[in-house]
């Protein structure tokens, strides 16, 4: 796939996702959260150059740098969403204005990645993007599925929301 391909199937999942993120849904803990980003994994890891060959070992090390901040601000972004219980028992959440200053931060963190590569000579395909993106929901959706089991005291089964 091309670097422009990457970046539309990233901004559209990302419209996607805070789109979903800033209404309040059900919680559904039974959901498959790790599909979308299995899905991206999959596509990104298919390219031939994600680590640029002639800069193999600073091209390695800017993409564990960077899975490392982006699980970070997976993990951060998990703790933004707010989630609460109604009468009925069944778990809400919806993304707060502080879940939108994560999104922010999460592509300016992926901007300043793009730009220490760039500062190195080291090319970075859209894949990594790609990559990134798959991470950052896999560690979002596994923070609050996370939060939303401890509501119901660390494992009892419950109904809601999709992340």
């Known amino acids: 796939m091309t670097a422009l391909s990457d970046v539309l199937i990233a901004a559209a999942v990302i419209v996607l996702v805070v789109g979903r993120q800033l ?5 559904d803990t039974e959901r498959r959260f790790w599909l979308l980003p299995l899905v991206l994994a999959a596509v990104a890891l298919r390219d031939p150059v994600l680590i640029d060959p002639q800069h193999r070992t600073a091209a390695t090390a ?4 960077s899975m490392l901040t982006t699980a970070g601000m997976g993990c951060a972004w998990g703790w933004t969403v707010r989630i609460w219980r109604e009468t009925d028992g069944v778990l809400w959440s919806r993304g707060t204005t502080v879940t939108v200053f994560a999104w922010v931060g ?5 901007i300043a ?7 190195l000579h080291v090319h970075q395909s859209g894949s990594v993007l790609l990559l990134s993106l798959a ?8 923070a609050l599925q996370w939060r939303a089991r401890q509501l119901d005291g660390g494992g009892k089964q419950h109904h809601g929301l999709a992340a």
């Not at 999460?106 to 992926?110: S, T």
């Not at 991470?135 to 596994?142: C, D, G, K, P, Q």
């Open 23 to 27: 209404r309040a849904r059900r919680l």
């Open 62 to 65: 800017l993409l564990i740098g």
């Open 106 to 110: 999460a592509i300016l963190v992926r």
């Open 113 to 119: 990645w793009y730009g220490v590569g760039g500062a």
């Open 135 to 142: 991470l950052l929901l896999l560690v979002r959706s596994a």
